[in-house]
């Protein structure tokens, strides 16, 4: 069955132009040019076109990396610094032990001997790891390369530049009262 529509058609080439010729590769020659935008402005499709997916683009990438950025780069967080916190009840630090709390941008542990209460910092100055007390020995004992300080911070061995940092701790009514020393 014969094929209508074909593209060499006399009919299709009244639609090319007058005077246009087709190659035989397919190619119109001498057709009439491009036409212009309305009213002879030049409408740049293309230029407008990139526009408008850059711009898209540029949103899109904007609203995907701001949480990523905001993720990698945690806001900072103030700490208001006071001379004195109410640490929590009394019942937190029974006799022969021990409870670290935050001061302002410190670490503190309460140790409670015997109804004796003391505060220091509870940052080793070796490399800064947490220590904890350890009741038996009546010593304050840092977990990572094994410095040994009193209950009040001074140091009992190991390798540690400095005593632990003094804080003062009372009981208030209920309350654990620390203060700076
Ligand atoms: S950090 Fe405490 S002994 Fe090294």
């Known amino acids: 069955m014969a094929q ?3 593209f060499k058609s ?6 090319l132009g007058g005077s246009a010729e087709v190659s035989s590769s397919g190619a119109v020659s001498g057709g009439k040019p491009r036409e212009t935008g309305l009213k002879g402005v030049d409408f740049e499709r293309r230029g407008f076109l990139h526009k408008v997916v850059g ?3 540029a949103i899109v990438a904007a609203s995907t990396l701001y949480p990523v950025v905001k993720y990698i780069i945690p ?5 208001k610094m ?3 916190i109410k640490a929590g ?5 029974p006799d022969g032990s021990g409870k670290i709390y935050q001061f302002n ?7 409670n001997k015997g109804g004796t209460l003391t505060a220091v910092s509870a940052v080793c100055t070796h490399l800064g790891c947490l220590v ?4 038996a020995a009546n010593e304050l004992a840092c977990p990572c390369h094994g410095a040994k300080y009193k209950q009040t911070g001074e140091i009992i061995s190991g390798p540690q530049p400095k005593p632990l940092k003094i804080y003062k701790a009372k009981i208030d009514g209920d309350t654990i009262v620390i203060t700076k020393a």
């Open 4 to 6: 209508t529509g074909n």
């Open 82 to 84: 006071v001379n004195e």
């Open 75 to 79: 806001p900072v967080k103030e700490i």
């Open 105 to 111: 941008e410190d670490k503190v542990i309460v140790v």
């Open 132 to 135: 904890h007390w350890e009741n």
């Open 10 to 15: 006399p009919a299709r080439m009244g639609t």
């Open 55 to 57: 711009g898209v683009g």
């Open 89 to 93: 009840p009394a019942s937190e630090v």
